[in-house]
Nanobody
């Protein structure tokens, strides 16, 4: 099982970015997938997650939207109205059924929001 996050970059405050998590060896349609962020000097935190029965989920008053494309086996994170505090390395991971912790962490993608 491998997860690969991509789409990060440098963006100005107020801008948008779309991240993508591609999975191999696993079918996202049947999994709970989460996007996590680790800011410099801070612990990794969950940003938003999507369950197997959902097609999209909003969080943070709609600034973040996670959606799945089952045909591509990807889970995307659309981020809008970005703020400098949104900066960090973004990772995707899955919460397998019956487990209590996230697993199969992919290589993250760096998001930098400049003020």
């Amino acid at each position: 099982v491998q997860l690969q996050a991509s789409g990060g970059g440098l963006v100005q405050a107020g801008g948008s970015l779309r991240l993508s998590c591609a999975g191999s060896g696993i079918t996202f349609a049947a999994q709970r997938v989460g996007w996590h962020r680790q800011a410099p000097g801070k612990q990794r935190e969950l940003v938003v997650q999507i369950g197997p029965s959902a097609s999209s989920v909003d969080s943070d008053n709609g600034r973040f939207t996670v959606s799945r494309d089952n045909s591509k086996n990807t889970v995307d994170l659309q981020m809008c109205s970005l703020r400098p505090e949104d900066s960090g390395v973004y990772y995707c991971a899955v919460l397998l059924w019956g487990r209590s912790s996230w697993s199969h962490w992919g290589q993250g993608t760096l998001v930098t929001v400049s003020s």
